[in-house]
């Protein structure tokens, strides 16, 4: 008897390949940093390009890493990005936001926090918040060529 359920085992085995023996378990790919926006709600070209890699906890606190210190021109201001970011993210919000100042005059600025709702993207400078159509937010900026955000100036907190 134990010797038909072995041959009727190898026969299955056979008959079925290599795919039996195989986890069927697919690989995990986790989204990009834009597609992980867009699941948020939020747009793409609220980071630089070179904003690739991250870790999302299931509380919705992150840390996300760009390749490098970047400063980009955005709506006339210059916005400086630490090499590692944090915060809380939310549907449409990001709160408690770390890594991430506007230059305002002769000092950096801490953004805080990011809000998008009703067309518009409300960015938190401190006690200030300044809107802007989300449609300005399209694309990831670039990186200045041989820009970082300039330690030697004071930081505002």
């Not at 919705?60 to 990005?81: K, Q």
Request: neutral net charge; proline residues 8%; aromatic residues 8%.
């Amino acid at each position: 008897m134990a010797t038909a359920a072995a041959a009727s085992a190898l026969l299955l085995l056979l008959l079925l390949g290599p795919a039996a023996s195989t986890s069927s378990a697919a690989p995990y790919h986790p989204p990009t940093v834009p597609e992980l926006m867009e699941r948020f709600g939020l747009p793409r070209a609220l980071l630089p390009e070179t904003a690739r890699r991250y870790l999302l906890h299931n509380d919705g606190t992150f840390e996300l890493f760009l390749d490098d210190g970047c400063v980009v021109e955005a709506a006339g201001y210059r916005v400086g990005y630490d090499v590692k970011l944090s915060g809380t993210v939310y549907r449409g919000a990001v709160t408690g936001l770390v890594g991430v100042r506007v230059r305002a005059l002769f000092v950096w600025v801490p953004i805080t926090g990011v809000e998008v709702a009703g067309g518009e993207v409300a960015v938190h400078i401190g006690p200030i918040t300044k809107s802007f159509p989300v449609v300005g937010f399209k694309s990831s900026p670039r990186c200045l060529a041989g820009l970082a955000v300039d330690a030697s100036l004071p930081l505002v907190e």
